[in-house]
């Protein structure tokens, strides 16, 4: 079965420092996967994603995400990291294509000032 | 550019009363529109998957009888949630994809309270 593990509910980090988010799939085909950022009583904003080619994607906001096949991991990273990046982050799973979005349970990341 | 608008952004409604939201998609042809619920600090499911001149595709726990969905055109969804109850409660999201291969595109979501 599909999934996606976001596994840290909460990270919590001072503003300048380097930003992590991890997140890792279950999934047996070429998965498409994708970030995106919601912030306190809004929708999701997209933030980047990978398909297929080069497995360091960079998005929106200076975000960028790294597909590694290896360990089926598609981590969010940024750096220098900013108080307004306080927000919840999903990392999510498209099956190739099929349109049925598997969301991770979120990451809420906080960034001191 | 393109995007996807809902309405309303809010609404409140009795328990066991329903309530309908709309979707549209502004600026390019929907030809499947996604329906998700994120319940209070839970994350995004898939209600359905509605595709024009095709049959919707409900997931597991989510019904047609509870969640009917239109989707007439290219540019227009609406679902309704029937006889509403505390746990109908969330924001409920559309999403479209402009083009294969593009991230899907949501609008701002309806936020459904029950009373």
């Known amino acids: 079965a599909q999934s996606v593990d976001q596994p840290d509910a909460h990270v919590t980090l001072s503003e300048g420092a380097s930003l992590e988010l991890r997140c890792s799939y279950s999934y047996s085909a070429a998965p498409y996967l994708f970030w995106y950022v919601q912030y306190p009583g809004q929708s999701l904003q997209f933030l980047l994603k990978?398909?297929?080619?080069?497995?360091v994607v960079k998005g929106t906001k200076g975000f960028e995400a790294e597909f590694r096949k290896s360990n089926s991991s598609f981590n969010l990273k940024k750096s220098p990291a900013h108080w307004s990046d306080s927000a919840k982050y999903f990392c999510?799973?498209?099956?190739?294509?099929?349109?049925?979005?598997?969301f991770g349970s979120g990451t809420q990341l906080t960034v001191m000032p | 550019g393109a995007l996807v608008y809902q309405y309303p952004r809010r609404t409140i409604c009795k328990s066991g009363t329903s309530m309908r939201m709309e979707c549209q998609a502004v600026?390019?042809?929907?030809?499947?529109v996604a329906w998700y619920r994120q319940s209070p600090q839970k994350t995004f499911e898939l209600i359905a998957l509605s595709t024009v001149n095709s049959a919707i595709k409900y997931e597991q726990n989510f019904t047609q009888e509870k969640f009917p969905i239109s989707h007439p055109n290219l540019s227009f969804s609406s679902m309704t949630v029937l006889n509403a109850y505390l746990e109908d409660r969330g924001l409920y999201l559309c999403?479209?994809?402009?083009?294969?291969?593009?991230?899907?595109?949501f609008g701002e979501g309806t936020r459904l309270s029950v009373l």
């Open positions: 990978y398909i297929t080619g080069d497995t």
């Open positions: 999510a799973l498209d099956s190739s294509g099929s349109w049925q979005l598997i």
């Open positions: 999403g479209a994809r402009v083009q294969v291969n593009q991230a899907p595109l």
């Open positions: 600026g390019f042809q929907a030809t499947s």
